[in-house]
């Protein structure tokens, strides 16, 4: 399975009442040291219980607030085969613990094999295109096309977008990752219909972006009213 997630903030003690990350706690009782074990613990837990060892899981920045033997020892603890999109505070610690993921980079572009049943019943494969970038952006490669966009760096602050951008976040999913399964689930906007490629064809994967049908009937029968829109304004006019 594949998974995303971002800002862990792993060993950030602030981050604990910025996000209430221990809502059961007061955390004047805990020594900084206790607290933020206690949250490495949970998110720890959290992950492993829906990442398993062969499982792929894209973390889209903003790690951990360590240095490189804290960072290994919690990077030692996590089940899947790990992808890093850096975050605006993972430069330096990337460059100590890189090695511990497949790749590192700002950008990525990641193609997931999908299938998607039609109207009719029919199955068909595609692969559905996901920018991944720890920030936010307004616009990304085939945005109109059906691209997503997942992102980190907001904690949940940023205002839902009604496109197909989504914050990964751990704070917006109770510390845990997201499956893509999961987002599928969260919203049929995440579900692209597929065209089925003939039988007789080679065996190829098709992707193709088409208005569901209701929209697909409503634009048919605004094209059949044009002409007869033009002739009533023709006719007063004169």
């Not at 307004?138 to 977008?161: A, D, P, R």
């Not at 399964?181 to 089925?196: A, C, G, M, S, V």
């Amino acid at each position: 399975m594949i998974y995303f997630t971002a800002d862990t903030h792993f060993y950030h003690y602030n981050i604990i009442k910025l996000c209430n990350r221990l809502p059961y706690f007061n955390l004047d009782e805990y020594s900084r040291e206790i607290a933020t074990d206690m949250m490495n613990k949970r998110l720890i837990e959290r992950w492993n219980e829906r990442i398993k060892s062969g499982d792929e899981v894209y973390h889209l920045g903003d790690f951990a607030f360590c240095g490189k033997d804290k960072a290994i020892t919690i990077l030692e603890q996590l089940n899947g085969v790990k992808y890093w999109i850096r975050g605006n505070h993972d430069h330096d610690l990337a460059k100590k613990v890189g090695v511990f993921f497949e790749w590192v980079k700002d950008y990525h572009v990641l193609r997931v094999h999908d299938k998607s049943q039609q109207d009719d019943g029919e199955w068909g494969q595609y692969h559905q295109p996901i920018a991944l970038m720890h920030f936010p952006i307004l616009s990304w490669e085939n945005m109109h096309h059906g691209t997503w966009h997942l992102h980190g760096h907001c904690h949940g602050n940023l205002e839902k977008s009604k496109g197909m951008r989504m914050d990964v976040g751990v704070d917006t999913n109770n510390l845990y990752p997201y499956s893509y399964e999961d987002l599928i689930q969260i919203t049929n906007r995440f579900k692209l219909p597929i065209k089925i490629a003939p039988e007789n064809t080679t065996n190829r994967v098709h992707s193709t972006t088409r208005m569901p049908d209701p929209v697909q009937r409503r634009f048919q029968i605004g094209k059949l009213c044009i002409p007869i829109i033009r002739k009533i304004l023709c006719d007063n006019w004169v």
